[in-house]
Structure formats: structure tokens, C-alpha cells
């Protein structure tokens, strides 16, 4: 069995996908699941929308100018962290929770929230139908975000994707909607984010031990653990603060299987395809 990769789904290594690809098929549909990331891997922007239309930013966007301000310092400070390799466990609780703490200290206001990200956040092209295929062949998928998991759940409804898991923080609200807190054992940050630390993936993955695993960020890759059991897919579509020159395929190349920067699932469906052939 050789498998013909999808167009526009790039290998780093073309012998090793290859294997790997096999293996899966091995296996089949029984023997696999689907982890995917949230936040700019089954989202996209609208036409027209802010480049940065993360559940974070929009939450951000309805702070106060004062708290808009606090939100910044917050988001540069950890974020040049995070760009330079160097953000702990540790840290990233304290970016996470402190920007919890703006949002009830501000009174945001979740439905609010949702309305503007449904506005701004739509669907990349060919997610929905691999959703469908998953479904059709009982296949699991899970999303795990270090988003909010409401917004989340909102936006699946909008765009009928029925994962079979969203593993991402709960928010705790008022009667009106106004963030109050959030649950403190549900926290998903961007360190983990990992099959390995939520008991939910852990049983999936014991009955079907074959990972297929899509995100944007190189972070993305430690969402499964394992190397031969996983097939790790990067959607290169960077922010403003990130670039997509050749220096990043090396890197991106380094944690990943393969990378699509069509902008399309469409690559990633069709890996899912050969696999449960």
C-alpha cells in the first residue's frame, strides 16, 4: 500500500508520512481519533474582520478602554514570553487567571461576547464536512482549546459541528451573563493543552491509539504525545506577529508531519480519507 498524499498537504519527511499513513490504514476507522485545536485552526476570519479574531481577543475587545489597557500589558509581557520558547506551567497559569480577573473585574458580559465572535470568527473551508465524515464513520473528535469552551460550544451550534468532546475552560456566570469566574480544574492553557493531562482523551486514545492531530501553532504539536501513534498536521496561517517564511517550514517541520497553507481543511479531510479507506 502506498498512499498518493492529498495536493496542498506538504510532507517534511516524505518516506516517514507515508509509513505512517499505512500503519493508520492498518487500523482503520476503529483504531482512530481526531484532536484538534480550536482558535484559528477550525476558525477563520470573516472578510473584512480584525486579523486577530482568537476567543481571547474578542473577550478583550469588550473590556473598558482602562482595562483594554491592563488587557495589552497583560497579553505583551507573556506573550514575548511565549514567543521566545520561554513560558512555564507556572506563567502561564498567571497570564491565563489574570486575565480572568480583568474580565470579572470588568463585568464582561458572555453573550455579548458570543454575538460579536459569531460576526467575526467563521468556518474554515472544509471543516464542516469532516466533522461529517468523522461522524459517518464514528470516528471521535475532540477539540481542545485554551479558548473559552462556551464560545466554543456556541459556535459549533452555529455551524452544526458536533465534536464528540471540547475540552477547554468553563466560565462561571451571573443570570444576566456577566463572567463571575471560571472553573478552576476545566483551565486549558496553552502548556496543557495535551492529551496526557485530561483523563477524557486518555480512554479514547487506549481503544483507538491512532492520533490524528491539526492546529496552527507550533505549541499545537504537544497536543498528543507519541511519535509512530500520531500524525501531527500544521495549518500555517500566521498572525501579524508571526511570519511564514521558509525559516518557519523548517521549524514548523521539526514538531510536524506535514503543513497546509492553502487555508483549507480540505488537505486534512482528505488525509482522513486515506487512512479509513
Not at 134 to 160: F, H, K, Q
Amino acid at each position: 500500500y502506498r498512499p498518493t498524499l492529498p495536493n496542498e498537504l506538504e510532507a517534511g519527511n516524505l518516506p516517514t508520512l507515508e509509513a505512517k499513513i499505512a500503519d493508520f490504514a492498518q487500523v482503520g476507522a476503529n483504531g482512530v481519533h481526531v484532536v484538534f485545536d480550536f482558535d484559528r485552526t477550525l476558525t477563520v476570519k470573516k472578510p473584512g474582520a480584525d486579523d486577530e479574531v482568537t476567543t481571547w481577543h474578542i473577550l478583550g475587545e469588550h473590556l473598558p478602554p482602562e482595562g483594554k489597557a491592563e488587557y495589552r500589558d497583560l497579553f505583551q509581557k507573556y506573550r514575548g514570553i511565549e514567543l521566545r520558547g520561554e513560558l512555564t506551567t507556572a506563567t502561564a497559569v498567571e497570564w491565563w487567571s489574570a486575565s480572568f480577573e480583568l474580565y470579572i473585574k470588568y463585568g464582561v458580559n458572555l453573550p455579548e461576547i458570543e454575538h460579536d465572535f459569531l460576526n467575526k470568527a467563521s468556518i474554515r473551508p472544509g471543516v464542516a464536512e469532516l466533522f461529517e465524515l468523522c461522524a459517518d464513520r464514528n470516528i471521535p473528535t475532540v477539540i481542545l482549546s485554551a479558548g473559552i469552551s462556551d464560545v466554543i460550544e456556541i459556535w459549533c451550534r452555529r455551524y452544526n459541528i458536533e465534536p464528540s468532546l471540547i475540552i477547554s475552560t468553563a466560565l462561571i456566570m451571573d443570570a444576566m451573563g456577566k463572567i463571575t469566574g471560571w472553573e478552576e480544574d476545566s483551565l486549558v492553557h496553552v502548556l496543557n493543552k495535551s492529551e496526557a493531562t485530561h483523563a477524557e482523551l486518555v480512554n479514547i486514545r487506549k481503544s483507538r491509539p491512532k492520533t490524528l492531530l491539526v492546529g496552527d501553532s507550533m505549541d499545537d504539536a504537544a497536543m498528543s504525545s507519541g511519535s509512530g501513534d500520531v500524525i501531527r498536521v500544521r495549518i500555517l496561517d500566521p498572525r501579524g506577529d508571526e511570519v511564514a517564511n521558509e525559516q518557519e517550514t523548517q521549524r514548523t517541520f521539526e514538531k510536524f508531519d506535514a503543513l497546509i497553507r492553502s487555508g483549507s481543511m480540505r488537505p486534512f479531510l482528505e488525509l482522513v480519507e486515506l487512512v479509513i479507506q
